[in-house]
């Protein structure tokens, strides 16, 4: 079992929709979490962070719920420009430096 | 701005050679990565270094060996390249607890 795991998608939906990604990670110990954007043929780039206690970014809501180990992005009002694959990233202290696992990614594409 | 330059966009090998994939980055950030990203499987760590001349395995260092002789500098050797490794490879750094920051990836195709 992969210890990040996405669902792969394509999530394909029409402008203006509201659309939700969940990730889940499997070792407890995890730390901190975000999620990258990458569009394609291009690198990753960080969208946001991810608190315990939720956090907003504009169209973009992400939450975290460590009972349950999973991550959630929502996107509302989506736009043209928000196609891209999202990347649940997952972090870990160990003693030399921290441990940064990626999902394999979420497809999005927006239609018009 | 933090720039993090991969010195090759596009290679083409082939089964056997060697294979060097430099990183620079411009920011002073101590920990530098190579991941390798492949369809379906995500962005693998293949080696870290967290400083100078410090270098530890990721998940998947087999078939690759790294060199980190200068702060900035942060190289990713394939000692005999074989088919399996055609991947598009990325370079990252941070600073110790930081925002990861990519180059802009390494295709590189073994024949």
């Known amino acids: 079992r992969k210890e990040v795991e996405q669902d792969p998608g394509p999530f394909n939906v029409p402008e203006g929709a509201t659309v939700a990604f969940n990730c889940t990670y499997s070792?407890?110990?995890?730390?901190?979490f975000f999620w990258y954007r990458q569009d394609c043929r291009k690198e990753p780039k960080l969208l946001m962070s991810?608190?315990?206690s939720g956090n907003e970014d504009g169209r973009f809501t992400a939450q975290l719920n460590r009972a349950s180990q999973y991550i959630s992005l929502l996107i509302r009002d989506s736009k043209l420009s928000d196609s891209a694959t999202y990347l649940c990233?997952?972090?870990?202290?160990?003693?030399?430096?921290?441990?940064?696992?990626f999902g394999s990614g979420t497809r999005l594409s927006i239609r018009p | 701005d933090v720039k993090v330059t991969q010195s090759s966009r596009y290679l083409v090998k082939r089964t056997g050679e060697k294979v060097f994939l430099e990183c620079v980055q411009d920011?002073?950030?101590?920990?530098m990565f190579w991941y390798r990203q492949d369809p379906g499987l995500g962005l693998r760590l293949i080696y870290f270094?967290?400083?100078?001349?410090?270098?530890e395995k990721g998940d998947i260092p087999e078939g690759y060996s790294v060199s980190r002789e200068k702060k900035e500098r942060f190289s990713l050797i394939l000692e005999s390249a074989s088919t399996n490794q055609t991947s598009m490879y990325l370079c990252?750094?941070?600073?110790?607890?930081?925002?990861?920051?990519f180059g802009e990836g390494s295709r590189l195709t073994v024949l």
């Open positions: 990252a750094s941070r600073e110790i607890s930081g925002e990861l920051f």
């Open positions: 270094s967290y400083d100078v001349k410090m270098k």
């Open positions: 920011m002073d950030h101590e920990n």
């Open positions: 070792n407890s110990a995890s730390q901190s």
């Open positions: 991810v608190y315990s």
């Open positions: 990233v997952v972090k870990r202290e160990r003693s030399s430096a921290s441990k940064i696992i």
